[in-house]
């Protein structure tokens, strides 16, 4: 017997009013390296474009920094960029 679990694609999008933010995500990641965020189809970098910030249950915001507010009506973008993948095949009945 054998269970796929399929890839899901985490991602939020907003229309940006011409502001800092905070723009939220309500996906869990570990570190400002496990999220893209992107205005439009540009990639931004963390911390000269933005700086993040983290609840204790791994969601959390983004705001961007002075001087790269995304401009109104721009589609501001935050994804998950973790990898997903499984290192371990178990079989059924196997050993652990």
């Known amino acids: 017997m054998s269970i796929t679990v399929e890839a899901v694609h985490r991602k939020v999008q907003y229309t940006s009013s011409g502001s800092l933010g905070p723009y939220s995500f ?4 570990l570190a400002a390296t496990d ?18 910030t983290y609840n204790s249950d791994g ?4 705001t961007f920094t002075s001087g790269n507010a995304p401009a109104a009506d721009a589609l501001v973008t935050i994804e998950s960029d973790q990898a997903i993948a499984r290192t371990t095949d178990y079989s059924t009945g196997g050993d652990f």
């Open 35 to 52: 999220i893209k965020v992107s205005v439009g189809s540009t990639v931004k970098t963390v911390t000269t474009h933005y700086t993040t």
């Open 26 to 29: 309500s996906f869990k990641v």
């Open 59 to 62: 969601t959390g915001s983004i």
